[in-house]
């Protein structure tokens, strides 16, 4: 006669509701915890709540992915790659909420929490003036038109102005914040659905007639910009990070370290993020060479010190490159000003050396702004507390 072995427990059922709810779904990549809705009405009734989006929220913020935009004409679709796995390709096509006349119309403003903040110009031609601007989940694929009754056209000028995106804990409000070059400061209300202008920026524009703003980035609630108007200082070039604090919505200057000198020519800087340490990115080439530099320095509570030095050797066409990303392995995301090629940079290496995945050729990065968002349930049109 047969042994009769019990079936193993069925470790869902076994387990506390209150530990599946707190200590596991929240863990699990976000396509396989929303695939569990069908479990039952419980399930399918806390998946839905702003509790289980925000303890999912907490536990992948470091999940960032890189956006793509169709090259064709229209622009309709969009692909996402892992920025810590870019060996692993491209994600399936997927619709985008709103159509443009091509990749070049569109403009990623900021991302923040899941949401990401686009602005498109007029179908046709690259406009002066965005025709409208949108939050939007390019998971769930939510989006909402931000109001488009604004008291100063300069919200949504193109040209010469910055952006960014954040989350104000403190109104339970998501945000943007958009500077233009003559130092007008604007911010945008979720919850409210309005723009308002700020009157703080009065000591940034005292001696200086126009701003350069340059890539931004969020870090621990406050906003980075870089300010590209490169000054040189004793043959040494220097350039100064323009810090948001998003709580006193307030402005305030961090001078850099200097680089290169007066052969040197300067082309692009990026403030980056890596395991909770902001840094700061400068790639120059000198002159009288074909070899592109970079230096690269780590922020110490308001001050940045200087990291290391790198250099390396960049074929003709990779020859303008913008790091996008710090890897958890040391190595660089970075994208050639083509936006047709993600690379993978190992800084200690030749370039030659180093691996890259080419984008599909009818995708494209936009390469004016990092696309970089995580993948959260977040919604646009979820009623703020």
Known sequence: MA???????????????????????????????????????QWNSFLNTRLFTNMHLDHHQNHHKLLLFSDTKPCTHFRSVHCEALEDGFSDSRSLPFVASSSKNITILGSCNGLVC??????????????????????????KRMCGDYSDAKCYKVTGSASELYYKASADDYM????????????YSLKADSWRKLYCMGDLTRKRTKLVWGASIL???????????????????????????????????METPRF?????????????????????????KRNSTDQLGGKLWRMDGDVFRRRKVVRYRIPGKFYYLKPLHLMKNGNWVTVCRSGCHVNELDPGRDFEKSSYATTKKD???????????????VSPNRKMK
């Open 3 to 41: 042994e009769h072995h019990p079936s193993p427990p069925n470790i869902i059922t076994e387990l506390p509701h209150d530990v599946i709810f707190y200590n596991i779904l929240p863990r699990l990549p976000i396509k396989y915890a929303t695939s569990l809705r069908c479990v039952s009405k």
């Open 176 to 187: 943007v914040l958009r500077v233009t070059e003559d130092g007008d400061a604007y911010i």
């Open 219 to 253: 870090h621990n609630g406050n906003i980075y910009f870089i300010d590209e108007g490169v000054r040189r200082i004793r043959s040494r070039l220097s350039f100064s990070v323009i810090k948001f604090y998003t709580k006193k919505e307030k402005f305030t200057v």
């Open 260 to 284: 290169g000198d007066v052969t040197t020519d300067f082309l692009n800087s990026m403030v980056l993020e890596k395991e909770g340490k902001l840094h700061l990115c400068v790639t120059y």
């Open 118 to 143: 686009v602005g498109v110009t007029k179908e046709g031609r690259e406009d002066e003036y965005y025709s409208f601007m949108m939050l939007w989940n390019p998971l769930t694929g939510e989006y």
């Open 363 to 377: 995708y494209k990065i936009d390469f004016r702004k990092k696309g970089i968002y995580i993948e959260t349930l």
